[in-house]
């Protein structure tokens, strides 16, 4: 993985490596509280890999400074929207619907073990989408000798879950293509999505869950709600961000305190039109804070992963800092040191390719 450079890596590599990386790391760190073991492992193990990505030529240049908003799109952007009107920014929001595709490929899972030719020609309807499942089984993560040049060949060398999964992650990454949003860049949003999704389904693996892509589903859509905000109400989004920077706080304080409500809560209320399960909705809807959503466990591995792939420089909205653990849950659900670690090693082996795949499936380039 190409080492991402968090706030506060030095504009020079004279110094030493590891001093340097401790500092940009404790950077990353400085708003996650009291010392949890699992922190304490994430800081160790992004101190490592930044170590690693210096001495391999990584650049020390310090990120480009936000850039002020345009006055007329501050102006017209905000025209009806009121702070805590979910619903009406929800609507604001105009999120397309699921393409035919993907409500296809839903309607077959349902039944009992479709067949992979029928499930191949559900995806041949859609190019993106096959080409993407094809590059996906021809990478590194699947390792065949042989190409697998065939649809059909492609799922059952994925799974079908797995396949279900891209045809959403493709079509997710496309959103507001044609509409891009201020304040956030784009890139490092959807990077930082993938590398969520991808840990929070490592986690779920490791742990021996059902489904785990499940879990992947809800890491690539857990911050839909901040995407949402920063192309309907920039200028909002913008002063949520001088919140986090001037006062310190997290970005769900900044945001309940400038806007009324949060991300994960928008987020919620957009999928919700998709008639994605409940289940899904409560993990996107409360990933800062799993102990709310104590019926299942996807909001607390997306948790957990958010937090992970912030400590390794892979931040998508603009307040990268790793927040305090919801100790209550992790506590509950018993991970360990050893699982997280694990998840880690995922993240640093996969997220290029992963978001190389979604990526060029979906128009959306990866840098």
């Known amino acids: ?16 490596v590891q001093e340097a990386a401790e500092e940009a790391v404790a950077r990353r760190f400085r708003l996650s509280g009291a010392a949890h073991p699992l922190l304490a492992l994430l800081r160790r193990r992004a101190v490592e890999a930044l170590v690693r990505s210096l001495r391999e030529g990584a650049t020390c240049e310090l990120p480009a400074p936000r ?25 604001h929001a105009r999120l397309p619907a ?9 309607h077959a899972m349902e039944r009992e073990e479709p067949s992979y030719e029928e499930l191949a020609a559900i995806i041949s309807k859609d190019p993106r989408l096959a080409a993407s499942l094809l590059r996906l089984v021809n990478g590194p993560l699947f390792g065949f000798r042989a190409p697998v040049e065939t649809v059909s060949r492609a799922v059952a060398a994925a799974g079908t879950r ?10 997710v990454l496309g959103l507001f293509r044609e509409r891009p949003p201020h304040v956030v860049n784009l ?34 859509l857990h911050d839909m709600g901040w995407l949402a905000i920063c192309a309907v109400w920039p200028a909002g989004a913008e002063r949520v961000l001088d919140r986090c920077l001037d006062q310190g706080l997290s970005l769900t304080e900044a945001e309940r305190a400038e806007l009324g409500l949060t991300h994960g809560e928008l987020g919620a209320a957009l999928l919700r ?25 996807e909001a607390l591995l997306v948790h957990l992963a958010d937090e992970a792939v912030k400590a390794f420089g892979i931040g998508g909205t603009g307040d990268d800092c790793v927040q ?20 880690c090693e995922v993240l640093l082996d996969g997220v290029d390719e992963m978001y190389a795949v979604l990526g060029a499936g979906s128009g959306v380039t990866h840098r």
């Open 273 to 297: 039109r998709w008639n994605l399960p409940p289940v899904l909705l409560d993990a996107v809807c409360h990933h800062h804070a799993p102990s709310e959503a104590p019926a299942s466990d």
């Open 187 to 220: 890139h490092d949003f959807w990077l930082h999505s993938v590398a969520t999704a991808l840990t929070a389904r490592a986690l779920a693996t490791r742990l021996g869950r059902d489904d785990p892509e499940r879990y992947f589903v809800a890491g690539l």
């Open 162 to 171: 797995r396949v279900t999964s891209l045809a959403l992650g493709t079509f």
């Open 98 to 106: 699921l393409p035919q595709v993907f409500l296809e490929l839903q």
């Open 324 to 343: 305090p653990l919801d100790g209550d849950a992790v506590d509950a659900g018993f991970i360990s040191a050893h699982d997280l670690d694990a998840a």
């Open 1 to 16: 993985m190409a080492q991402a450079m968090g706030p506060g890596m030095p504009g020079g590599c004279g110094r030493d």
């Open 67 to 91: 850039m002020p908003l345009p006055p007329e799109v501050s102006h017209e952007a905000n025209t009806g929207l009121v702070p805590g009107d979910l619903d009406g920014l929800a609507e």
